[in-house]
């Protein structure tokens, strides 16, 4: 049995954390065949339906946003579509394992997060003043200021400590 979280298409559905107990019911919750995308650096597999595409499926934002935010190379390249589910990365055994309790807390916790951007002018970190609901909603607006502001070069998002302590990076 492994843990991880289900991720809808629908970004008006919530998130949920479930139990998986053969791949029948991760297929299940992708609704047929699954591929898989790896996120090393969080230690996250997701798995999205192989035919999504060839199917029409819905664009999933929070997936490909996740993805696009820890892969820089797949930006702009391809997207993430129908219902996801991330688990942990494979054991030295092949199998899945439980989504890291880490990251189960990045991505479901309510803490609020800001974006940070790199500017090439400066090579300086320079923190926007919005504040963001959660870890999801930040890495999309991350990735939105990277692509339509041209002197940004890197962006990184950080939780907002609302008693003003140093900030950390995720």
Known sequence: MVSGIYVPADADQP???RE???????AAAVDGWTTTVDLLDLGVTIYVNEE???R???FNSRASFLWWYHVP????QAMLVGN???VGLPGRDGKDTDLPDAVRELLLAPVAYGVEVC?????KWHTSPVTYPDYWEAIIWAMVLLERLDDVE????VPVDPEGAEQRTT
């Open 56 to 58: 029409h499926l819905p």
């Open 20 to 26: 998986f107990a053969t791949f029948d019911d991760l």
């Open 154 to 157: 890197e962006v990184r998002v």
């Open 119 to 123: 500017r090439g002018v400066d090579s």
């Open 15 to 17: 998130l949920e954390q």
């Open 84 to 86: 996801a589910v991330l």
């Open 73 to 76: 190379r797949t930006r702009q």
């Open 52 to 54: 999504g595409l060839l």
